[in-house]
Structure formats: C-alpha cells, structure tokens
C-alpha cells in the first residue's frame, strides 16, 4: 500500500530549509558586520578629528621641512577613503538590491 502522506512532509528538512533561505547580503551576520564596519569609520574619524588638534587639519608631511609626502601617505591620503568608500557603497548597494525581491516573494 502506498504511502498517502503528500511528498512535501517526506522532505520536510530540505523544503523547510529552503523556505527559510535568505540571501547572503540579507543574512544577519552580513548585516552586522556592516553596521560594525559603520561603527569603526565613525570611531577612526572621530580618533583623526581629535588627534589633528584645533587647526582641524591633519597634517602629513614629513617631520624634517621637505614639503614631498611619501608613498604611502599619498595613498593613505588620496585612494585609501575613495576605494573604502567604492567597497562600503557595493556592499549596502548589495543589500537594497536583495530587498525588493525579498519583499515580493513572501
């Protein structure tokens, strides 16, 4: 005799997995790892604002008067924000992405 018990109770695991599936950028470590991520930009330009004292300016120049930044300070200076604003601005473009979808399919 044939089982009467409909083929979605026989999967229950794998079916009851799948509906709870979310997406990468939707899952909560995702998530909070960007909120984190927000929260040590905030700290880091607190930390600059503070440590460039009341001018407001952060100065880079080389301690002995010669007016030429090196390598690494121009990077820092000029790429370093421009590429980690690139990256943060993916990532949350990334979620709102996944949002929509999300929204119709339930």
Do not use: N
């Amino acid at each position: 005799m044939a089982s009467t018990q409909p083929l979605m109770h026989k999967l229950s695991p794998s079916v009851d997995r799948a509906r709870h599936w979310k997406p990468f950028p939707l899952r909560p470590t995702f998530q909070i790892s960007l909120i984190v991520i927000t929260a040590l930009c905030i700290i880091a330009i607190e930390v600059v604002v503070q440590k460039s004292g009341p001018s407001y300016a952060l100065v880079l120049r080389p301690r002995d008067g010669s007016g030429d930044f090196s390598v690494g300070a121009d990077f820092v200076y000029l790429y370093l924000p421009t590429l980690l604003s690139v990256i943060y601005g993916i990532a949350w473009t990334w979620v709102r992405l996944w949002l929509p979808s999300c929204r119709t399919s339930t």
